[in-house]
């Protein structure tokens, strides 16, 4: 297990908020967050993804089903300590999070940089049939993070090709399923994402189901909303929407 790849479990009160971090992620990448949650009365839970935390090697031999099942076990344990679950993810937890209020009872859902469309500097044009890639992975630069928890720099340092085409599929997946959406949802985007196209949460906004929907734009930051400068406008925002 690499340090902060371990799930968290933060004890609270009886409303409790789901963490999802995202694709190559770490549970610590959320656990600033959780502690702000925590720190009004929510009782949170940050549950870690299949084939994350641990190695490469891992992520190689899961799919977007096991990651999803992993949001189901996390709900589900959640469940067993709270009355009202709300669910938050980041970037693919994000997408994780829209399915999962399909499938269960979620009071509200939040996502944070939710990638419907991969911007074009992440190469996804250049990515090899799903058939040629079960062994391959490209470099990714390390993460240098300052101000923050610092096993958040604890990432794959290699990203498997096989697990791109399983989030391509599951970003799929997500586009047929946002019509039958109807939890109450917060939209968050950085208007500086050069991972997900920030278009990807007007996209949400327009297809999603629900009748009681927002999207919020962050002007200065990037993909990594709950890391960002701008974190604890981020942080404030999810809060306001929970309680509203």
């Known amino acids: 297990m690499i340090q902060g790849g371990e799930s ?3 004890g609270g009160g009886n409303k409790g908020v789901l963490l999802i971090h995202g694709f190559t992620g770490l549970p610590a990448e959320l656990f600033l967050l959780g502690q702000f949650l925590n720190r009004e009365g929510y009782s949170v839970l940050c549950h870690r993804l299949a084939g994350h935390g641990t190695s490469e090697r891992d992520l190689m031999r899961t799919t977007k089903d096991d990651w999803f099942n992993s949001a189901l076990d996390g709900f589900d344990i959640l469940r067993g300590l709270c009355k009202k679950i709300f669910v ?4 693919m937890g994000g997408l994780l999070t829209l399915k999962l209020s399909t499938e269960r009872d979620v009071a509200k859902i939040v996502t944070l940089a939710a990638p419907i ?7 996804l044009k ?3 049939p799903k058939e040629f890639c079960s062994d391959a992975a490209i470099i990714q630069p390390r993460r240098k993070l300052i101000n923050v928890p610092p096993e958040v720099n604890n ?13 391509v599929e599951l970003i799929d ?10 939890a109450p949802i917060l939209i968050m985007h950085g208007e500086e994402d050069h991972t997900a196209q920030p ?3 007007r996209f949400i906004m327009d297809n999603v189901g629900s009748s009681i929907k927002k999207v919020i734009t962050v002007p200065n930051s990037g993909h990594l909303l709950p890391l960002a400068e701008e ?9 306001d929407f929970l309680r509203s």
Do not use: C, W
């Open 8 to 10: 968290f479990l933060l």
């Open 88 to 91: 938050v993810g980041h970037s």
């Open 117 to 123: 469309f991969i911007d074009d500097g992440m190469g």
């Open 126 to 128: 250049n990515l090899p």
């Open 155 to 167: 990432v794959y340092q290699k990203t498997p090709l096989i697990s791109v085409h399983e989030l």
């Open 173 to 182: 997946d997500v586009k047929n399923l946002l019509p039958k959406i109807t």
């Open 199 to 201: 278009r990807s949460a």
């Open 231 to 239: 974190r604890d406008f981020v942080f404030e925002a999810t809060l």
